[in-house]
């Protein structure tokens, strides 16, 4: 056998091994945001809401569970959002809205977001 | 009668008076003079010594020429003797002179209570009455009793009292010149010099200082003290004073005699006229008429009337008296008076009834016959004896029945409200329920069902037109609790489903509970005795079911404590239910969207509870974490949300970094897959060089045979 025959068989060989190997199915990506919060909103609709739940913590009318579901909307609105999951993301938003009875788009005192986040075309409208 | 023999007889006659009359004159010469005798002296030819010379008060008599003589103590003769004496040293001839005993007089004064005090020249034998009457008689106050005489130096006490009682003369003290007659004042009069009234006096009776007056008080017209004499009786006394009052217990009169007292009943000795009942008095004794209403009343005739009857008592039934005559004097029955059940109480204890309701009807008896010691009872009417029920038409009665003092049938006006009849049937008993008072409208012949909440329109009031207004024929009902909220077991059929509210799971006594709008979701549970220690407080359903398609409420009981918000608290109705879960339930009822899986090479595979702030690393933490054989690099999560996407997580990096931006999103219903070595890129590359080198082996084992 000829020297170059028998590279061309290892190569196959390993090229066998490799599917069987699994290398062929690479795992599934790198996850994110499981503690984005802590980095603040990234988007403006966020940071308003963020807003909005402190000015109703100061309350004294304010109902105090609403205020607490909000912030947990809120948190796992910018944790989805941090990892992609923009649908998700977008779903606690409105919930976190809705819990403190609508919040204006617009009214984040920080001005723009601080960060780009992945979905952040999916905040391209306002929400009341 | 001849002439000689009546000439003869007159002769004697007139000697005889003359013998008489010089008896009388010889004796009364004989007798020494007095004071204030009056004599009568004559020398002729003198003017001056003839004429009447009174005795003076020094006993002598004044002659002219010749100035006192002292003739007192000495008999006529004598006086004549020393009169002449004396005469002869100033007188020549005197032969002629006489002296004569003319009139016997007495000098005396009388002082004290009399009309005209004064001395007084009173006849010769005049007496102390004598003498009394020549000053005026008494006057009105003088005590009689202690009149007396002072003689010289001496007091001679006499009671003319006694004298005017029996006229003995010897009581009487002889009068002798110079005596003072003094006729002291009753002490009753004072020492204050007013217009004595002899009536007042005789109102306070004549009693005196000595002690043997006789003292007379209590139920008597006029009490006071009076003059004790022999031979009067404890009746004479009580007589003195005016006889006994009608107050008085005449059976009861005391009378304290030397220190002893002695009961007297005037009331028997009227009865009886027996002397023996009369105790004696002594001097000094008291007499006591003590009033009726402090003794008990007890005669020969008596009979005793008790009970409803006007006046009842003790009362005096003379014999004859019937059993009518003695109710009629007690004033008769009363309104409330049974006279049916009247009782005759006979003193051997037999008890005799008498119906007189019959007996004025003409069916019964007559009554029996009184005797003394009976008494009469006439009862009160019980309270059976009640106006008829039946006398209220039902188109004017209302029914109230249930938990309040006194259910019944009531005469209803339509001006009247349901509080009105609540009130008037004695409001609720403690166990009475006002959240829902039934009201069984009656009208013709239906009647339809009306609930009332009194108790939240007294809590929270309301309009008064939401009050069920109530009409003739109506009945109401006020049900009653359940006397443990936790027995209602023994209560479920008396609980109606509509006043319930059912509590189920995991709290301590599951079950129907009563429930009213104005209790609320945590008195439900305080009264099922909470939730227990396996309850998962987040996610207590509540079924309300007076709701028509409303789907059940999740009530998360732990935010509620950590915020407080009411808000989250449902608000419960009659009919609801509440079921608080387990927490180790059925893994089959936990909902996939409420756990996240954990599978693969960790300690503790399953689905556990995830709160939504929490992260991967308190996931692995509660399962136990990663076994030793675990790929830590490649941990997946696949997040289950609108979107299905799978992320890996290395935690190995994350351990050694830090970097939080490696943390996966983990939520409640995705899954979190450890895998182990074997699952790693090199060892399933060996494993294919291995099943490589095996099929080659295999290939070139074939192509050798």
Same mark, same amino acid.
């Given at each position: ?46 940071a308003d809401i963020a807003t909005a739940i402190l000015i109703e913590s100061g309350r004294a009318d304010v109902e105090p569970a609403r205020v607490a579901i909000a912030e947990d909307h809120l948190v ?53 | ?222 009490p006071a003290q009076f003059a004790f004499k022999e031979g009067m009786s404890i009746v004479d006394f009580i007589m003195r004073a005016g006889g006994v009052t009608r107050y008085a217990a005449v059976e ?206 007294? %809590?929270?009031?309301? *309009?008064?037109?939401? +009050?069920?207004? /109530? &009409?003739?024929?109506? @009945?109401?009902?006020?049900?009653? =609790? $359940? ?63 007076? %709701?028509?398609?409303? *789907?059940?409420?999740? +009530?998360?009981? /732990? &935010?509620?404590?950590? @915020?407080?918000?009411?808000?989250? =608290? $449902? ?135």
């Amino acid at each position: 056998m000829t020297r170059p025959f028998n590279m061309l068989a290892a190569c196959g060989f390993l090229a066998l091994c490799l599917p069987l190997s699994g290398c062929g199915h690479p795992w599934p990506a790198a996850a994110t945001g499981g503690l984005a919060e802590r980095n603040g909103p990234a988007e403006a609709m966020h940071a308003d809401i963020a807003t909005a739940i402190l000015i109703e913590s100061g309350r004294a009318d304010v109902e105090p569970a609403r205020v607490a579901i909000a912030e947990d909307h809120l948190v796992l609105a910018i944790r989805e959002h941090a990892a992609g999951l923009c649908e998700d993301s977008e779903e606690n938003t409105l919930a976190a809205s809705i819990a403190l009875g609508g919040v204006r788009a617009g009214g984040n005192s920080q001005g723009e977001a601080v960060h780009a986040g992945r979905c952040s075309w999916y905040f391209a409208g306002e929400y009341q | 009668m001849t002439c000689p023999i009546r000439r003869l007889a007159a002769i004697l006659v007139v000697a005889l008076i003359g013998f008489i009359h010089a008896g009388a004159i010889a004796s009364a010469e004989e007798a020494p003079l007095r004071i204030g005798d009056v004599l009568s002296l004559s020398l002729p030819g003198e003017e001056a010594l003839t004429g009447e010379f009174a005795i003076d008060r020094n006993g002598e008599i004044e002659l002219p020429e010749v100035g006192p003589v002292k003739l007192v103590g000495k008999p006529v003769g004598e006086a004549e003797t020393i009169t002449r004496d004396a005469l002869s040293t100033v007188y020549r001839d005197i032969s002629r002179f006489t002296l004569r005993l003319k009139e016997q007089k007495l000098l005396v004064a009388v002082a004290g209570q009399v009309a005209k005090p004064g001395t007084l020249q009173l006849p010769g034998d005049a007496t102390v009455e004598v003498a009394i009457a020549y000053a005026g008689g008494l006057q009105a106050g003088a005590q009689l009793d202690r009149l007396k005489i002072i003689r010289d130096s001496r007091e001679i006490v006499f009671n003319y009292k006694d004298y005017l009682d029996s006229g003995d003369p010897s009581i009487l003290p002889a009068l002798k010149p110079l005596d003072v007659i003094f006729v002291p004042i009753s002490p009753l009069t004072g020492n204050v010099q007013i217009d004595f009234d002899a009536a007042t006096l005789s109102r306070a009776g004549d009693g005196s200082e000595d002690g043997t007056a006789v003292q007379v008080f209590g139920e008597v017209a006029k009490p006071a003290q009076f003059a004790f004499k022999e031979g009067m009786s404890i009746v004479d006394f009580i007589m003195r004073a005016g006889g006994v009052t009608r107050y008085a217990a005449v059976e009861q009169i005391r009378l304290i005699s030397s220190g002893e007292p002695v009961l007297f009943n005037l009331q028997a000795w009227l009865d009886t006229g027996d002397p023996n009942l009369l105790p004696e008095v002594k001097p000094g004794a008291t007499v006591f008429v003590p009033i009726l209403s402090e003794q008990i009343k007890r005669g020969k005739h008596t009979v005793y009337v008790m009970g409803e009857v006007a006046k009842p008592g003790a009362y005096d039934a003379q014999p004859g008296a019937t059993f009518i005559d003695i109710l009629a004097n007690a004033g008769g029955p009363s309104r409330f008076a049974d006279g049916r059940q009247m009782r005759i109480l006979r003193q051997d204890g037999s008890v005799l009834m008498f119906d007189m309701v019959a007996f004025t009807e003409g069916k019964g008896e007559g009554p029996p016959a009184i005797e003394a010691g009976d008494a009469i009872l006439v009862p009160e009417k019980t309270d059976n004896v009640q106006p008829s029920w039946l006398k209220t038409p039902p188109e004017r009665a209302i029914h109230m029945i249930g938990a309040v003092n006194k259910p019944g049938r009531y005469e209803w006006s339509d001006e009247m409200s349901l509080f009105d009849l609540i009130a008037n049937a004695g409001g609720p008993t403690e166990a009475g329920d006002l959240s829902a008072i039934r009201i069984l409208a009656s009208k013709e012949e239906a009647a339809r069902p009306i609930t009332f909440d009194m108790q939240a329109f007294i %809590e929270n009031g309301g *309009d008064l037109s939401s +009050v069920p207004q /109530l &009409r003739a024929g109506y @009945t109401v009902m006020v049900p009653e =609790l $359940p006397k443990d909220p936790n027995d209602n077991k023994s209560q479920w059929l008396a609980q109606s489903a509509d006043r319930s509210i059912y509590i189920m799971g995991a709290v301590g006594s599951p079950g129907r509970y009563a429930f009213n709008t104005s209790m609320g979701f945590l008195d439900i549970l305080g009264a099922a005795d909470g939730p227990t220690s396996q309850a998962d407080l987040r996610r207590i359903r509540v079924s309300l079911r007076g %709701e028509a398609n409303a *789907d059940p409420i999740i +009530v998360d009981l /732990l &935010r509620y404590m950590d @915020t407080g918000d009411e808000s989250l =608290l $449902p608000r419960l109705a009659p009919g609801d239910m509440i079921y608080v879960p387990d927490r180790e339930r059925e893994w089959t009822e936990i909902a996939t969207t409420d756990t996240v899986r954990v599978l693969g090479s960790v300690a503790k595979p399953g689905r556990y509870s995830f709160n939504p702030r929490m992260t991967i690393l308190d996931l692995l933490a509660e399962a136990g974490g990663p076994t030793s054989d675990a790929l830590q690099r490649r941990i997946v999560v696949v997040n289950m949300g609108k979107e299905v996407v799978a992320f890996h997580f290395d935690l190995e990096t994350f351990v050694r970094s830090g970097d939080t931006s490696l943390l996966p999103v983990v939520r409640p219903g995705d899954t979190v897959y450890v895998p182990d070595k074997t699952q790693s890129r090199r060892a399933r590359f060996m494993e294919g060089v291995k099943d490589v080198g095996q099929v080659i082996g295999l290939i070139a084992a074939i192509v050798a045979l």
